[in-house]
C-alpha cells in the first residue's frame, strides 16, 4: 500500500531554531505539495514541484523557507529561524500529473502524508 | 482571490440520518472541485473529485454534485454512521498556479 511518508511526526523547538521537515513522496508521482494547517487559516498551500522542479512558492514567506527536492524521493522543508507563528501542522502531499496535462487540468487527486506537527516556543 | 466556505463549522447527527454538507465558492471558473476526509491526527483523503464538465460523482453512500454557476457543491452522505464521524474540506482547483484553495472544513459527529 504506497503511502506519503514525513518525517519528524513532531517537532517542538525554541524560537530561532532551523527545522526541516522532510517528506518521501509515493514512488512514481511526478509532483509534491507542501501544505499548512492552522486552525485560524486552514489548509493553505505553500509550494509545489512538478518533476522536482518548483513551481510555485508564492504561499511560503521565503525570508525563513526554503523548500527543496534533493532527489526524486525526498521533499525537504526548511524554516530557518523558526518563529511561534510558523507552529502548525505542515502536510505533504504527492501526486501524478501526466505528460501534457496541467496539475489543474488533472484528474488525479493528491495523496497526503500524516503531517508533521511543529511547535515553535 | 477564490474563496471556499463551508458552514456550519461542525454537525452533530444520529446515526442512519442522511446528510448534506455544503460548500460553496466565489470563483466559478474552475478545473475541479474535491472533496476530502480527514481524520483526527492524520492528513487527508481524497473522496471524490469532480471536474468541472460534470455534476456530480459517486462513491458508495457517497454523492456529491457540482454547480458551478452558482459557486456550489454538495456532499450527501446516506445512511450515516459512527464511522464517518470526521472533518470534510472541500477544495477548488481554479488552475491559477494550479493551487488548491481548502474550505475550513466541517466536522461531522455521527451520534450511535
Known amino acids: 500500500d504506497a503511502r506519503v511518508t514525513q518525517t519528524p511526526r513532531h517537532k517542538v523547538t525554541e524560537m530561532g531554531q532551523e527545522v526541516t521537515m522532510r517528506c518521501q513522496p509515493i514512488?512514481?508521482?511526478?509532483?509534491v505539495f507542501w501544505y499548512r494547517q492552522t486552525m485560524m487559516q486552514g489548509l493553505e498551500l505553500l509550494a509545489y514541484?512538478?518533476?522536482?522542479?518548483?513551481?510555485?512558492d508564492s504561499g511560503m514567506p521565503k525570508d525563513r523557507f526554503s523548500a527543496e527536492m534533493p532527489d526524486a524521493t525526498l521533499a525537504t522543508l526548511k524554516i530557518q529561524p523558526s518563529e511561534p507563528r510558523d507552529s502548525a501542522v505542515y502536510f505533504c502531499?504527492?501526486?501524478?500529473?501526466?505528460?501534457?496535462?496541467?496539475?489543474?487540468?488533472?484528474?488525479?487527486?493528491?495523496?497526503f502524508g500524516p503531517g508533521t506537527r511543529l511547535t515553535v516556543l | 482571490k477564490q474563496e471556499v466556505t463551508q458552514i456550519p463549522a461542525a454537525l452533530s447527527v444520529p446515526e442512519g440520518e442522511n446528510l448534506v454538507l455544503n460548500c460553496s465558492f466565489t470563483?466559478?471558473?474552475?478545473?475541479?472541485l474535491q472533496w476530502f476526509r480527514q481524520d483526527p491526527g492524520k492528513g487527508l483523503t481524497s473522496l471524490l473529485l469532480?471536474?468541472?464538465?460534470?455534476r456530480e460523482q459517486t462513491s458508495g453512500r457517497l454523492n456529491a454534485s457540482l454547480d458551478k454557476s452558482s459557486g456550489r457543491s454538495t456532499l450527501y452522505i446516506a445512511a450515516s454512521q459512527p464511522g464517518d464521524s470526521a472533518t470534510y474540506l472541500c477544495?477548488?482547483?481554479?488552475?491559477?498556479?494550479?493551487?488548491?484553495?481548502f474550505g475550513k472544513g466541517i466536522t461531522l459527529s455521527v451520534r450511535p
Open positions: 514541484f512538478r518533476n522536482r522542479a518548483p513551481l510555485d
Open positions: 469532480i471536474q468541472s464538465s460534470q
Open positions: 477544495a477548488v482547483n481554479t488552475g491559477a498556479n494550479s493551487k488548491l484553495t
Open positions: 470563483d466559478s471558473a474552475i478545473y475541479n
Open positions: 502531499a504527492s501526486g501524478l500529473v501526466r505528460d501534457g496535462l496541467s496539475v489543474a487540468a488533472s484528474t488525479d487527486t493528491q495523496y
Open positions: 514512488l512514481g508521482h511526478n509532483t
